[in-house]
């Protein structure tokens, strides 16, 4: 899929124009955003993988790839291939391993994205040396709505 030209934009739906007002408040303490965040824990994750099959719904869903412009409108940009960081605290304390996950989570779990800020979403992964997996999940739902 190509990416779209500007004279493809499309306008936004009336409840993205809801979501752009809170956004707008974004340099207020006021600021509000629709926003996914959640923790998953998984066993012996192969993260290779994960990227992978998230890479494919991006390339099937056109939301994931949706780009805000300044003026309102918006357009899908192609398929960029998106790279999970991955945090291997596997040889690390204990309090270093919960260090990485408060970490994250602070970061994550109450982000308001910017309108024209691309991706709208984040994933991370914390490998802790007990074989389990931390999928740090973060989402505006400006693209799941």
Same mark, same amino acid.
């Given at each position: 899929?190509?990416?779209?030209?500007?004279?493809?934009? /499309?306008?936004?739906? !009336?409840?993205?124009?809801?979501?752009?007002?809170?956004?707008?408040?974004?340099?207020?303490?006021?600021?509000?955003?629709?926003?996914?965040?959640?923790?998953?824990?998984?066993?012996?994750? !192969?993260?290779? +993988?994960?990227?992978? *099959?998230?890479?494919?719904?991006?390339?099937?869903?056109?939301?994931?790839?949706?780009?805000?412009?300044?003026?309102?409108?918006?357009? /899908?940009?192609?398929?960029?291939?998106?790279?999970?960081?991955?945090?291997?605290? &596997? #040889?690390?304390?204990?309090?270093?391993?919960?260090?990485?996950?408060?970490?994250?989570?602070?970061?994550?779990?109450?982000?308001?994205?910017? *309108?024209?800020?691309?991706?709208?979403?984040?994933?991370?992964? &914390?490998? +802790?040396? !007990? #074989?389990?997996?931390?999928?740090? /999940?973060?989402? !505006?739902?400006?693209?799941?709505?």
């Amino acid at each position: 899929m190509k990416e779209r030209e500007h004279s493809d934009l /499309f306008p936004l739906s !009336d409840m993205q124009e809801s979501y752009l007002v809170g956004k707008c408040m974004a340099n207020t303490e006021d600021a509000v955003g629709c926003h996914i965040y959640c923790e998953i824990e998984e066993n012996y994750l !192969d993260v290779v +993988r994960l990227n992978a *099959a998230w890479n494919k719904l991006v390339v099937l869903h056109e939301m994931l790839r949706d780009k805000i412009e300044e003026e309102g409108m918006q357009y /899908f940009r192609e398929e960029d291939f998106y790279m999970i960081q991955v945090y291997d605290v &596997t #040889g690390e304390s204990k309090e270093r391993e919960e260090e990485v996950i408060r970490s994250n989570r602070s970061r994550m779990s109450h982000k308001v994205y910017q *309108a024209n800020e691309f991706p709208l979403y984040e994933i991370c992964v &914390t490998y +802790r040396k !007990d #074989g389990v997996s931390t999928i740090h /999940f973060s989402m !505006d739902e400006w693209i799941a709505d």
